[in-house]
């Protein structure tokens, strides 16, 4: 029992380290309401795990969603504890039954499915208990082990239908082991078996229970159904024919196998391949044909019990071809993890009798469970796996309609009704299941809102056109075909930004909820894969939270949007708790993919101020605290990541108030790397906008601050230390006792000499840089590469603009961005390099005369640089553009009067 418990324990903590942390979709997410509420599941109603689940929900252990998660990571530990056991009587050696046992506990699909809430890992425990006890009775004749292990199997049978392919097999092995002793321990073994049974009481208890909810007139579907305490079948009229229905609902399959389906299981066999590769490496396969022969020389009764039940569940799984083929397979599973175990006891033995250092191995056991368990565990961890609640989180504070209904495929709806459930919000919603176009027909009808909260799955193919589909943040709105859509009332207007391809019609925040709404039309087609990015920035420009996120659902049901399109925009503004409540500045940018990297369509889109209500709670905090006069540092967040010479490092420092500041305070960095101070940065409010004489006594704020790396050091770190400085412009404490960091900071490669091949010009722009050359090039688009030369270093991060211009001076074509698509912003050039910068524009206008204008503009306040030139672009080329290609031309350095050079757009 020692060895069993230590192989539990450590496979409960390798389940525990990786276990799902709260709100989880499906099935997951059923079984994490519903136990708690008594509910109805999809069949066959699994009674057993409804009853301990609901037991179990009472712990007083974080949230119910994490209570039932841990319920699995339990029961697959016992399954571990158990599946060792088995190997110790069978093979009578303690350390290697520890050994083994780890064969299903790193088996990828156990781990996983005891990880969230799920019954399968409960039902390995019963199972393997029911084996492991047929096994002791085969060997001592006891009658309480055969006794236990009917009343497992009964409990597995109340727990999921797989047990049932099962019960045969065991009860002809324990018959069969002991034939005479089995006939007379018949009545308690029968009894044990059929005990548990009397569970599925549960289901028509439960069934007339629910019948209280009424049925909703519109669409004749009861209530517990919408609010997800019964599943999508359940009809408030009962019956016994309801009954067996709902218990049996896998009859039918079984039906089918025994009239000849087995014959097409047989010849499906090969759809299950990825699966086992997928579980177990091919390499280790003859390990498990060892131990499969050894198991059927030592045991035979046994070992056809073993695959009798592993092939018939094989088959079964391959014959319905629907659910969760790698869940149902685990008992397949754990028998061929069974041989591989036994498979590595022969080995042991064979090497030890042969005289051969034990140390050597155990050492390759070692590697392989070490092996087996990078294969399982590197891509199973959920442990921070936290998408479908934030989602649902952030759509169930929508401004949603009283009695809205959302319709979806039933699983994508499930969290919602754990949130209802299990949390009580917006208990009103309705949730509509199948996504069908009758089934939200009759709802529109009835005058209410309708929300697509999820893809179709191939339901009704014709839904998106039966409908108008408006996108709703991350819902789709449906209205009548007839319908008009109008932006919500209450909205700010928003300035106009030309080059998007998408108008941006009004915009509000609410306070309480941190929610922004934009609503916004179609200028032109645009692809459905766009994507829109918020940013929060304080008075002083700095960006304190960005969230980028798709401008459609997932399931927009067309490629792209059509010009006169509607839609809104909704996202939850997430940001830091300990963000002070002042006003923000809002900020939209607009982004597309291409070829994997992203790229900004046109200039941010200032949409005004906004103040937000503070979080409560407070965000990550340090276990150390460190105090200077008035203030302490309860938190700072660094990144880890190498920098370059001059690249922004960001720093973010949580304070609080141990006393009323009484006086704005202000805060410098110290850069020290191992010789010393490298560096003090200007001094800066703890928080722009935010004077720490507002502060009061336990307040905590959370600055986020950015510097240069130092520019003349690389392969070597320096740590920040913070500095507070009085309102007098002295320190008021020289140091901190902390140090942020280490950054490390690693140079690159530096250009000295212009390429061969380069077109050379000289055109300086004000005392930072001289454009040196530039190189041409034809293809789908121009491809122009500038070099430019530094000249002096700053700490300014300008933007390089190209414009294609017209004979009428107007802009047909531009690209603007930092230098080297990003990769070399102007604030980390060093004097004397030359800096490569590729620009690429399109060619897709009218034949004519273009001019290529160069220049270079501070992005914050749109002001360019003086060119080397009349004016504030250097006119680098004129090109002649024919359709289907283009032609060069010189050109002097002072363009006609006709043409004019255009500044960017504000």
């Known amino acids: 029992m020692l060895i069993a418990s230590i192989s539990g324990g450590l496979a409960f903590w390798i389940y525990f380290r990786s276990l799902a942390p709260g709100l989880l979709s499906y099935d997951f997410a059923e079984f994490q309401y519903l136990p708690a509420k008594l509910g109805l599941p999809h069949p066959n109603g699994f009674p057993f795990y409804m009853l301990l689940g609901w037991l179990w929900s009472k712990l007083p252990i974080g949230t119910l969603a994490f ?45 996983f499915y005891s990880t969230g809430a799920e019954r399968y ?64 321990a018949l009545l308690p073994t029968i009894g044990a078996l059929l005990l548990p049974l009397a569970l599925y009481l549960y289901i028509p208890w439960r069934w007339i229970a629910l019948a209280k909810y009424p049925t909703l007139p519109a669409i004749g579907v009861s209530e517990a159904v919408v609010r997800g305490l019964a599943f999508v079948w359940y009809a408030p009229k009962f019956s016994l024919k309801v009954l067996w229905d709902y218990v049996a609902g ?12 087995w014959k097409e299981a047989i010849s499906s066999l090969g759809d299950t391949q990825e699966l086992w590769f997928e579980q177990f490496p091919p390499p280790i396969w003859p390990l498990a044909l060892v131990g499969s022969i050894w198991l059927l020389r030592a045991n035979p009764k046994f070992w056809v019990s073993l695959v009798g039940f592993a092939g018939l569940d094989l088959l079964f799984t391959v014959y319905i071809k629907q659910g969760k083929p790698e869940a149902y397979l685990l008992p397949a599973f754990a028998l061929f993890a069974l041989w591989l175990a036994l498979g590595l006891a022969v080995f042991i033995g064979k090497w030890e009798k042969a005289g051969l250092p034990r140390w050597i191995s155990w050492g390759l056991v070692t590697l392989l469970l070490l092996g087996l368990y990078h294969h399982d565990a590197s891509g199973l961890s959920i442990s921070r796996f936290s998408n479908v609640e ?116 009004g915009w509000a925040v609410q306070e309480s909820h941190k929610l922004l709404e934009v609503c916004w039309e179609a200028r032109s087609n645009f692809p459905a894969d766009l994507y829109l990015s918020v940013r929060l920035l304080s008075p002083d420009g700095m960006i304190l939270y960005q969230k980028d996120e798709p401008l459609l659902p997932q399931w927009y049901p067309y490629p792209e949007v059509k010009a006169g399109e509607e839609g809104l925009f909704v996202t939850y503004l997430d940001a830091p708790p300990e963000l002070p409540p002042i006003g923000y500045r809002i900020e939209l940018a607009l982004f597309t993919i291409k070829g ?78 191992a010789r010393g101070t490298v560096k003090v940065t200007e001094p800066q409010p703890l928080f722009p906008g935010y004077p720490t004489a507002w502060w009061r006594k336990g307040e905590i704020v959370r ?42 900071v690693r140079d690159r490669p530096h250009l000295w000499r212009l390429p061969e091949g380069v077109t050379k010009v000289r055109c300086k722009f004000g005392e930072l840089a001289e454009l040196a050359g530039y190189t041409l090039e034809e293809g789908e688009e121009l491809k122009l590469t500038l070099y430019w030369k530094v000249l002096s270093e700053t700490d300014s991060s300008y933007h390089v603009f190209v414009h294609l211009i017209d004979e009428n001076g107007h802009i047909v074509a531009q690209h603007d961005g930092i230098p080297s698509g990003g990769a070399a912003p102007t604030s980390i050039w060093v004097e004397g390099e030359i800096i490569e910068d590729v620009h690429l524009l399109p060619v897709d206008v009218p034949p004519g005369k273009y001019t290529i204008l160069v220049g270079l503009y501070n992005p914050r306040t749109m002001e360019r640089l003086k060119a080397g030139v009349p004016g504030d672009a250097f006119p680098l080329k004129t090109i002649e553009l024919n359709g289907t290609g283009f032609s060069l031309a010189e050109l002097s350095l002072l363009l006609p009067a006709s043409v004019g050079i255009p500044s960017p757009p504000l």
Request: net charge positive; hydrophobic share 50%.
């Open 703 to 744: 600055g986020i601050y950015t510097f240069q790396a130092p520019r003349h050091i690389s392969g070597r770190a320096f740590w920040v230390e913070p500095v507070i400085l009085s309102p007098w412009g002295r320190e008021s404490w020289k140091w901190l006792p902390f140090y942020a960091g280490p950054f490390f």
């Open 67 to 111: 209570r039932m998660n841990l319920l699995s990571a339990l029961c697959g530990g016992a399954a571990t504890a158990a599946f060792a056991l088995l190997l110790e009587k069978l093979t009578g050696q303690d350390w290697l039954a520890l050994a083994g046992s780890f064969f299903l506990a790193f088996l990828p699909a156990f781990h």
């Open 121 to 184: 890992a409960l039902l390995m425990f019963l199972l393997l208990t029911s084996f492991l006890s047929g096994l002791c009775w085969g060997r001592n004749g006891r009658v309480k082990h055969l006794v236990l292990g009917s009343l497992a199997m009964g409990l597995a049978l109340a727990t999921h239908p797989v047990a049932f392919l099962a019960l045969p097999f065991w009860l002809l092995y324990s018959a069969f082991s002991r034939p005479r002793s089995f006939l007379q």
């Open 596 to 673: 994997g990297r992203w790229e900004q369509i046109g200039f941010s889109h200032y949409l005004g101020e906004a103040r937000l209500a503070r979080s409560r709670g407070r965000g990550k905090t340090s276990p150390f605290a460190f105090q200077a006069g008035p203030f302490r540092v309860v938190g700072f967040e660094a990144s880890k990541e190498a920098v370059r010479p001059g690249d922004p490092v960001r720093l973010e420092v949580v304070w609080e108030a141990i006393a009323p500041p009484l006086a704005d305070y202000s805060v410098a960095f110290k850069l020290v790397d």
């Open 250 to 261: 896998l009859r039918g399959f079984g039906f089918g196998m025994v009239r000849g389906g």
């Open 390 to 505: 934030s989602w649902w989180r952030e759509v169930i504070h929508y401004p949603l309609e009283e009695r809205s209904a959302l319709i979806a495929h039933w699983g994508d709806l499930t969290p919602l009704w754990y949130l209802q459930q299990a949390e009580g919000l917006r208990p009103d919603l309705i949730g509509l299941f199948p996504p069908e176009s009758g089934l939200a027909s009759k709802w529109l009808s009835q005058g209410r809102a309708l929300y697509q909260a999820g893809p179709t799955h191939g339901f009704d193919h014709d839904f998106p056109t039966k409908f108008k589909l408006v996108p709703w943040g991350k819902l789709l709105r449906i209205f009548p075909p007839e319908a008009d859509f109008s932006c919500p009332a209450g909205l700010l207007p928003a300035p106009e930004v030309s080059e998007w391809p998408l108008a941006v019609k």
